[in-house]
């Protein structure tokens, strides 16, 4: 449990309390730390392995952490964020729910208030919904890693977001049914692409021929509904 005298710790700049039984509510007191960049809370072993969880809302007074960078609810049964979302994490750069169940999350939460984000891990996710539509992947341009494997939550891969996510590195949505889109033309411009795993989602239509561009190390489209032929180019990658 997190006590709520943990809103006397005014010059923690780093909190990480991902533990084995963390339980009980996520303490708005957390909202007095005004100087936190990093904050990691939740379980760390295997959900199937687990008892007790972090759960409830996510107060309202989080929009007060304005120089956040981390920000990682892993584990959890946490329910959804509180108050009128018109928050700004203008500083986040890595968010996280991997392994979290029970999750609403408003778009608006990652579109508006974060435009800086570079990680977004929702990995491993169950249940999780969105008010809404659910988010388009081409708001971020300093993107470099997007993890959805095995996620529930309903993603949308815009033939934009090739175009627009040219830092891109890492991008993998294993056994991820509920992902859905397109593999778009910009593909060509993503440089630093090394890692793309979309077997298991539900993107369609062709595989462009600008896909050659990319230095890419590891590639997986196995039981997706892409379009044959298979790009002329492959034997360049």
Known sequence: TIPSSIGQLKQLESLVMRVSSLEGTFPPEIGNLTLLRRLELGNSPP??????????????????????????????????????????????????????????????????????LQRIDIAYTFAVTFLGQPPLLDHWVNLTHLVLDYTKANWKISRGFWATSSQMVHVSAHEAHWVTGYIGNGIGKMKYLKHLDLAGTSVREAIPDSIVHCPLELLDLSRTMLDLPIPAGFGQL
């Open 47 to 116: 959900q199937n392995m687990m008892t007790r969880f972090l759960e409830g809302p996510v107060p309202s007074s989080i929009w007060n952490l304005q120089e956040l960078r981390i920000l990682r609810l892993t584990g959890t049964h946490l329910t959804h964020f509180e108050g009128d979302q018109t928050g700004f994490f203008a500083l986040l750069e890595d968010f996280s729910l991997r392994d979290s169940t029970l999750f609403v999350l408003d778009p608006a939460i990652l579109l508006e208030n974060a435009p800086g």
